[in-house]
């Protein structure tokens, strides 16, 4: 099992839509999980850092965690097309503090 | 209020040739990590260092590799004999203490593109 999966092929959303994104992890452990946002050519940038479980928002951003089930979700309210990039689900290892990352879920706002 | 810098931006070299990656750290981040990311992939880790600590050295894909932190902060990554599949964006991330909830967050440099030919 990979330690960060994010399985969701490309996600098209209309403009002003809701983006739901998910991922799971293999470390029962891990205390920390962060949400990246990535442009084409760019380097990924933080969006979201969350350690308890439960919600937490930021404004148009709602990261959602369940350490019971291993899973994190990110919410975009009010898409618009600047949030079309790759969003990458990262968990910090217990252990030995790296971070694992996903593959990404690339998400397009239609206009 | 600097962030984390790379340098190259952009480096292409000729199949075999040893090549040097360098990064800068945000000051007074004690942790310095290194990932690869090719062409439509996620993040590779390659190796971490944190303080005076022996290196987590655990992600680097073969004994070409190398890095090291002089005096807790700029790094080099050398890449020794490249080869073509050592093609890809090599980024640098640095966190204030990790391990610790909230100043675990890791900020990304630019990173730098390495074309092998």
């Known amino acids: 099992q990979k330690e960060v999966e994010q399985n969701s092929g490309p996600l098209s959303v209309p403009e002003g839509a809701i983006a739901s994104l998910n991922c799971t992890y293999s470390?029962?452990?891990?205390?920390?999980f962060f949400w990246y946002r990535q442009y084409s050519g760019k380097s990924p940038e933080l969006i979201m850092s969350?350690?308890?479980?439960g919600d937490k928002e930021d404004g148009r951003f709602t990261a959602q965690l369940n350490k019971a089930s291993q899973y994190v979700s990110l919410l975009i309210r009010d898409s618009q097309p600047s949030d079309s990039a790759t969003y990458l689900c990262?968990?910090?290892?217990?252990?030995?503090?790296?971070?694992?990352f996903g593959k990404g879920n690339q998400v397009v706002v239609i206009p | 209020g600097a962030g984390v810098s790379q340098s190259p931006s952009n480096k292409v070299t000729e199949k075999g040739k040893d090549v040097e990656l360098r990064c800068d750290p945000i000051?007074?981040?004690?942790?310095l990590y290194w990932y690869r990311q090719s062409l439509g992939q996620g993040l590779e880790f390659l190796i971490y260092?944190?303080?005076?600590?022996?290196?987590?050295k655990s992600g680097l894909p073969s004994d070409r590799f190398s890095a090291e932190r002089t005096g807790g902060s700029v790094s080099t990554l050398t890449i020794q004999r490249t080869q073509q599949e050592d093609s890809a964006v090599y980024l640098c991330?640095?966190?204030?203490?990790?391990?610790?909830?909230?100043?675990?967050?890791?900020?990304f440099g630019p990173g730098t593109r390495l074309t092998v030919l």
């Open positions: 969350i350690y308890s479980n």
């Open positions: 000051s007074g981040h004690t942790a």
């Open positions: 991330a640095s966190t204030p203490d990790p391990g610790t909830s909230r100043t675990d967050t890791q900020y």
């Open positions: 260092f944190q303080g005076n600590s022996a290196p987590d």
């Open positions: 990262a968990v910090i290892l217990y252990g030995n503090n790296r971070l694992a």
């Open positions: 470390d029962r452990v891990s205390q920390s």
